[in-house]
């Protein structure tokens, strides 16, 4: 196994984890919010969070190897379920493509509206384990 414990350009995880393990050909995410990296903020709008979300859950995937074509299987965390369609909305935008396999729950979390893993094919090589 080999674990990323800190993308390039993400943020620093709050705990005790890896960002990402790497598997044999494939990667395990940690679980992204909508904070942006380096500033510490979240953006205003529950859109806006999923968009920051998602670009946080990329950044760990190009760390890893991998990218959203290749992502197999998606957990969301909202913690509203009014936000289903919003979410629903921007998810499709950025990786209706070709969606993966996919849970959301509504759940409750600690300062923020969301959090998204994700389970992706490593398709750089040299980043296989």
């Known amino acids: 196994m080999k674990r990323l414990t800190a993308a390039a350009g993400s943020n620093l995880p709050v705990g ?3 960002q990402a393990v790497i598997s044999g050909n494939l990667v395990f995410t940690a679980g992204q919010i909508p904070v942006i ?6 953006p205003e709008t529950f859109e806006q969070q999923v968009r920051q979300t998602l670009r946080n859950l990329e950044t760990v995937l ?11 299987k998606v957990n969301g965390y909202l913690t509203d379920p009014a936000q289903l369609e919003p979410y629903n909305r921007v998810y499709a935008e950025m990786l ?3 969606p993966p396999a996919r849970t959301t729950v509504c759940v409750s979390l600690w300062g ?7 389970i992706a094919e490593v398709i750089d090589h040299r980043l296989r384990v």
Request: hydrophobic share 35%; aromatic share 6%; proline share 7%.
């Open 37 to 42: 990296p380096g500033q510490h903020i979240q």
């Open 16 to 18: 005790p984890y890896s």
């Open 62 to 72: 190009q760390a890893a190897g991998s990218d959203f074509d290749h992502v197999v």
């Open 112 to 118: 923020v509206a969301l959090e998204i893993e994700c």
């Open 96 to 98: 209706g493509h070709a």
